[in-house]
């Protein structure tokens, strides 16, 4: 028998960490897997989650990513079998993607931070991870100045199609 199809928008939430956009130059990506407890992914369908503490670290030892600082709230019905809201866990990928990652570390400035945690279409849990390299304030100010003057031109596109 076929598996059936869920419809989008079923209620499962997509956490994003906008200020890791605003903090950093996103440069490469990658979707990975991340190991959690039956409480942790309930507290993630709720939506109670913080990315915007939290990086990715390469374990030198064993080719592997560790999530550190992501704040996953209590989920409450689980009384005494809870999980710790902040502590380290295990992503999931190819080692092949783990050694290019590591090696786009190794650069000066670098890190990996986690970008957006979000449900794929058979209801894993996966989190988008990227590459970047910290701006300065001087960087962030001409990020927000470019920002607005697309803003404004759109914003004087969309009269001239209305006014028309």
Known sequence: MARKKKKQGTGTPTIENRRARYDYEIGETLEVGIVLTGSEVKSVRDGKVSLQE?????????????????????YQPAGPANHKPVHDRILLAHNREIDKFASAV??????????????????????????GVGRGQSDKRRAIGEREARRDIERAMARGRIGR
Do not use: H, S
């Open 106 to 131: 190794e650069q000066k400035g670098a890190t990996i931070v986690p970008l957006k945690m979000f449900f794929n279409d058979d209801g894993r849990i996966k989190l988008k991870i990227g590459v």
């Open 54 to 74: 939290g990086y990715v670290r390469v374990n030198p030892r064993v080719p592997r990513l560790i999530l550190v600082g992501v704040n996953i709230a209590e």
